[in-house]
């Protein structure tokens, strides 16, 4: 058994456990049907090459710790839309699990195992090796352990250590506008699931005319919508919004390397044009994700950890006791999450095999989360909200299709997300 890194315990262990844990998804859309057998000896393979998939986590004297299950059989599933408990005999005792079903194949993980970048480095490991078995590519059995986790935030705050944010935003100091919608009740997982399909080049396009990159363009756009749909007023909206530690540090992890930033959009934002909207963003961005101002907001994170761990509680009691003041105060803080892990690239000889590709993470505390990435030209904006009304979200998609043509809507309906409950967990 060993200590989870720091990044496993903030959020994943101390704060978001139970109905509305951040299970993470990856789902491809293949050009044939799926051979289930096929895809279960992938599984084996991808499943000792990536050693954080094998995590199994355990309570031991009141805290989590992990141990690494030996593969003698693995998650995989026809999907059947039932709800699953992460770490219990629903999964085999692993944190993540693969369902499939006609052509699609699906990855769902608890957030500890892997962000977004290393839940997608597993699925390419797996469609290549699928791939590989059905005698469609060429394709070397990789090495075991040869991608896992790494103490990436432990690595952050010692060579950050002293060093003091420049221009942080800190949305305690401001008054945030929180959506006023009626949420679905608490005790379950109903989530609704909502897709925006932005065509790439136009969307770049503008984004260049505008000295502006993708994300705050899309920000620029979802602060406009979110002013027409709710009164707003002087409040600010404020985007929680993921970035990977990898590209600002220059280091390297198979497992959760995310973080988040935060990033205002002021009133005063409303009253001018789009290009101008989406430059000031850009500014914004820029100065938020300054390794100084990341480190901060990492150390900010990690103190809380310290604080829950340094008291003789144990960690259920200590999650139960905080789950109201985290919904209050993140309600207060951020209006919508938002992560955009960039370009899906898939190794060349998988491509002409995968027809869609998308990503999407279980909103937990905030009104709505959006999960986009970029494949075969067109970034899928996938939005899973704690509420059943689709209105401030076919209001984004509105003021998106305005700027963006040829952009397309996708209601998928309600439905029930996986769950990771501390006290279903083994206790030892």
């Not at 259920?316 to 999450?337: F, G, K, M, Q």
Request: with cysteine.
């Amino acid at each position: 058994m060993e200590e989870p890194y720091l990044s496993d315990k903030y959020y994943y262990y101390w704060v978001t456990p139970g109905g509305r844990a951040p299970i993470v998804e990856w789902e491809v859309v293949l050009s044939r049907d799926v051979d289930e057998a096929a895809l279960r000896r992938a599984l084996e393979t991808a499943v000792q090459a990536h050693a954080n998939f094998r995590t199994h986590p355990i309570i031991v004297n009141g805290r989590p710790q992990h141990e690494l299950l030996d593969v003698e059989d693995v998650p995989l599933f026809e999907d059947d839309g039932a709800v699953r408990r992460m770490g219990t005999a629903d999964t085999l005792g692993y944190l993540f699990y693969v369902a499939w079903q006609g052509k699609k194949v699906a990855l769902h993980y608890f957030h500890s195992v892997a962000d977004g970048r290393g839940g997608l480095a597993f699925m390419c490991t797996l469609l290549r090796r699928y791939l590989g078995e059905k005698g469609l590519i060429d394709c070397d059995k990789p090495a075991s352990d040869s991608s896992g986790t790494q103490p990436t935030f432990e690595r952050i705050l010692e060579r950050m250590k002293g060093v003091p944010p420049f221009g942080k935003f800190d949305p305690k100091r401001h008054d945030v506008f929180s959506m006023p919608v009626e949420r679905y009740p608490r005790k379950g997982t109903k989530q609704r699931m909502l897709e925006i399909d932005v065509p790439l080049m136009p969307l770049l396009s503008l984004s260049k005319r505008s000295d502006s990159s993708v994300v705050p363009t899309l920000q620029a756009l979802i602060g406009r919508a979110l002013h027409k749909t709710f009164d707003v007023g002087e409040r600010t909206i404020v985007a929680y919004t993921s970035i990977d530690t990898r590209r600002v540090f220059g280091l390297e992890s198979g497992g959760n390397a995310a973080t988040h930033f935060s990033v205002p959009y002021v009133a005063k934002l409303d009253h001018y044009d789009l290009p101008k909207r989406a430059m000031v963003l850009r500014g914004a961005l820029d100065l938020q994700t300054l390794p100084e101002n990341i480190a901060t907001e990492i150390a900010s994170n990690m103190a809380g950890v310290a604080e829950g761990e340094a008291t003789p509680y144990p960690v259920e009691a200590i999650t139960a006791a905080i789950e109201e003041s985290v919904l209050r105060d993140s309600n207060s803080i951020y209006t919508y999450a938002i992560s955009y892990p960039g370009k899906v690239s898939l190794p060349a000889e998988v491509e002409p095999y995968v027809d869609e590709v998308r990503t999407s993470v279980s909103a937990y505390t905030l009104p709505f989360s959006i999960e986009a990435c970029e494949y075969k030209g067109t970034i899928r904006m996938v939005f899973t909200q704690n509420f059943a009304g689709d209105g401030p979200v076919r209001a984004i998609y509105e003021e998106i299709a305005h700027a963006v043509p040829d952009t397309t809507f996708v209601d998928r309906g309600e439905r029930e997300y996986d769950e990771l409950r501390l006290e279903e967990l083994e206790h030892r």
